[in-house]
């Protein structure tokens, strides 16, 4: 899908700000122990994790059948920034803000955080040269 349509990349993170919000709300009020265990800094796992620590079957079944098309989309998006040592550093605090706020057990702070990294890659690909994001 993402080759025969090359804006599709924003289509899938608008859809991921919606989900993966919703997800670290959940995942504050829901996850234990061992699901704040599995959550890993590695993008894509990292988000995944989280959908699995809402307990939500619903919520779960969707985000792990979008796994593949979020992994390609990441992959593609990945290739169209030039990623420097602060935009990683950035991206690391994000992502332990997130992880933070889950294990805070604050859903308010986690889906305010998810919402900003998020926003943060949207600027990201919008400042690439070759501007593939809507």
């Known amino acids: 899908m993402l080759e025969r349509q090359p ?4 289509d899938v993170l608008e859809l991921r700000h919606g989900l993966e919000t919703l ?7 829901h996850a234990t122990d061992a699901d704040l265990a599995r959550i890993a800094e590695k993008d ?3 988000h995944l994790a989280i959908a699995d620590a809402t307990h939500n079957v619903a919520l779960t079944h969707v985000m ?3 796994n593949d098309l979020m992994r390609a989309s990441m ?24 992880h933070d706020a889950i294990v805070a057990c604050d859903p308010v702070r ?14 990201l690909y919008a400042r690439s040269p070759s501007k593939n994001m809507k």
């Not at 997800?23 to 009020?29: G, I, K, M, R, V």
């Not at 990945?78 to 990683?88: F, K, N, S």
């Open 7 to 10: 804006h599709a990349s924003a």
């Open 23 to 29: 997800s670290t709300a959940y995942a504050a009020e």
């Open 44 to 46: 894509a796992a990292f």
């Open 64 to 66: 792990h059948g979008l």
């Open 75 to 98: 992959l593609m998006s990945h290739r169209l920034v030039d990623y420097d040592d602060d935009v990683e550093a950035n991206l690391l605090a994000q992502h332990r803000a997130i």
């Open 110 to 123: 986690a889906r305010e955080c998810a919402g900003a990294h998020l926003d943060y890659v949207r600027t």
